[in-house]
T-cell receptor, first 111, second 118 residues
């Protein structure tokens, strides 16, 4: 079953704008990860945030985690056409080896 | 460097035919291995995972099976395909040192195998 749920399902923005997407999950986690998927390709890892962290940055990416609300957000700043892709959150529930993925947010960046 | 190979990339199979998708990882040892399926425009559904040779955990009851005959080889099979088996199949691995049961690390994905069952 899917642990994470992304919101919105789709997002269309102008190049240079920021893109924000959210992920909610149901059970306690060890870490939460964000992945990117270009159409028809495999997923690529973007960033991992542990349950004891609240915010993490990587280049133009900023991830927040609120374990009390069981939610995370991914912010892409100064978006580019090349950021057009689907973005997925994945959660690592405690005491198993599995990562559960949400349904994803499809981001379209217009030039 | 580590690489993951998945094949075939695309296949079209008739209902009732067998299936074999293969995934191999190079440049690492004792990885955790995973098979996910992605329906069109949807998220990823975990099908099987393996923490060692011959050790398979099944997540979803269905007519698919998985095997791990070697440390870095993971095979997805079916004896008789159904229409509902169509989808995009993704193999992934976690590095041996990043596979603590209490904290699964970064997954590395293959490029996927697109299966169409007619």
């Amino acid at each position: 079953s899917q642990q994470g749920e992304e919101d919105p399902q789709a997002l269309s923005i102008q190049e240079g704008e920021n893109a924000t997407m959210n992920c909610s999950y149901k059970t306690s986690i060890n870490n939460l990860q964000w992945y990117r998927q270009n159409s028809g390709r495999g997923l690529v890892h973007l960033i991992l945030i542990r349950s004891n962290e609240r915010e993490k940055h990587s280049g133009r990416l900023r991830v927040t985690l609120d374990t009390s609300k069981k939610s995370s957000s991914l912010l892409i700043t100064a978006s580019r056409a090349a950021d057009t892709a689907s973005y997925f959150c994945a959660t690592d529930a405690r005491n198993d080896y599995k990562l559960s993925f949400g349904a994803g947010t499809t981001v379209t960046v217009r030039a | 460097s580590q690489t993951i190979h998945q094949w075939p990339a695309t296949l079209v199979q008739p209902v009732g035919s067998p299936l074999s998708l293969e995934c191999t990882v190079e440049g690492t040892s004792n990885p955790n291995l995973y098979w996910y399926r992605q329906a069109a425009g949807r998220g990823l559904q975990l099908l099987f995972y393996s923490v060692g040779i011959g050790q398979i955990s099944s997540e979803v009851p269905q007519n698919l099976s998985a095997s791990r005959p070697q440390d870095r080889q993971f095979i997805l099979s079916s004896k008789k395909l159904l229409l509902s088996d169509s989808g995009f199949y993704l193999c992934a691995w976690v590095r041996g040192w990043d596979r603590d049961i209490s904290n699964t690390g970064e997954l590395f994905f293959g490029e996927g195998s697109r299966l169409t069952v007619l």
